[in-house]
Nanobody, 127 residues
């Protein structure tokens, strides 16, 4: 059974940093695409970052370029979202997502194409 469990959300002041972790079980990253989406109150879910097994990284949101990075620890089956220079507009529930197995893993643009979702973790950035 595929499970995704997020950790690391919380309250941070603008300009601060947070690192979200997503512990995956039931699959390995070799043939999956895995990433992060977020949803702010009253808004649709928005893609943040995704990484596939070929280390292709997809930035969904221009607003996070230069501030957010995605990485994986295959030994721990964990994916991380490092968020720096946080802004109040980054406030949202952040979801870890995954899809696979794929013969040639690639990231999807639509959240509806991801088969697996974590429960979400709240990130609040105060001004």
């Amino acid at each position: 059974e595929v499970q995704l469990v997020e950790f690391g959300g919380g309250l941070v002041q603008a300009g601060g940093s947070l690192r979200l972790s997503c512990a995956a079980s039931g699959f390995t990253f070799d043939d999956y695409a895995i990433g992060w989406f977020r949803q702010a109150p009253g808004k649709e879910r928005e893609g943040v970052l995704c990484i596939s097994s070929s280390d292709d990284i997809t930035y969904y949101a221009d607003s996070v370029k230069g501030r957010f990075t995605i990485s994986t620890d295959n030994a721990k089956n964990t994916v991380y979202l490092q968020m720096n220079s946080l802004k109040p507009e980054d406030t949202a529930v952040y979801y870890c997502v995954a899809d696979g197995p794929q013969e040639h893993p690639s990231c999807f643009w639509s959240p509806y194409d991801y088969s697996y979702w974590g429960q979400g973790t709240q990130v609040t950035v105060s001004s």
